[in-house]
């Protein structure tokens, strides 16, 4: 609760600092995407804490084994029971595909992921294992990185905001209202999800 309120104070200092010194009113209005951000939306950096926090928890998680279905050649896993809590860039282990393990590339639906290797053979309720992000290899830097999101998401949010905001999902969603002196946006949180997800892995890998 202090953490929270203490950001709040923060945010709205700035807030008023930043329109104070473009004169106030309709001047607001001149803030570009980046300085909004920067002034201290606390309802978009509460949405990309929580976005944050919900992706590198679940890439931490391992899931009971479950099956699906797979084609032969194809990247595509069908038949799943459930894909719920499951994210791009966890390991998958599947019966029929070789290198393992592959990665989720894709969760396309409520039974359905796409993966980094394709299937050998064509075959129906395959063993399918997702576990978390490879804490080995070239890809222990997600792992790594994913731990110290998820322990603190509140500070990683602030240093990710000012660049998130002009990033292809969130551009164009974000305003000012002078009324309240909020700063807003209406990006939806699948949106945000997905550009978390990209700028994650970029940053990770």
Avoid: C, H
């Avoid at 709205?12 to 002034?39: N, R, Y």
Wanted: charged content about 10%; hydrophobic content about 45%; overall charge positive.
């Amino acid at each position: 609760m202090m953490r929270t309120m203490m950001r709040r104070t923060v945010a709205w200092v700035v807030v008023a600092a930043v329109v104070a010194a473009l004169g106030g009113g309709a001047a607001a209005q001149q803030l570009t995407p980046k300085q909004k951000i920067l002034a201290g939306d606390t309802g978009f950096l509460g949405r990309l804490e929580v976005t944050l926090a919900v992706y590198a928890t679940a890439g931490l998680q391992t899931y009971p084994a479950t099956t699906g279905n797979t084609t032969n050649t194809s990247k595509v896993i069908t038949g799943i029971p459930s894909t719920a809590g499951w994210v791009i860039g966890q390991q998958a282990t599947i019966g029929g595909v070789p290198d393992q393990p592959s990665y989720i590339t894709s969760v396309d639906s409520a039974t359905q992921i796409t993966v980094s290797e394709a299937a050998q053979a064509t075959a129906t309720g395959v063993s399918v294992t997702v576990k978390p992000f490879p804490a080995t290899g070239v890809r222990a830097t997600t792992y790594t990185y994913a731990k110290l999101v998820a322990a603190n998401a509140a500070t990683y949010a602030l240093q990710w905001a000012p660049y998130i905001v002009g990033s292809t999902n969130v551009k164009d969603t974000v305003s000012f209202d002078a009324e309240d002196g909020r700063v807003k946006t209406t990006v939806t949180d699948a949106a945000l999800m997905s550009q978390v997800i990209t700028d994650f892995l970029a940053r990770s890998l």
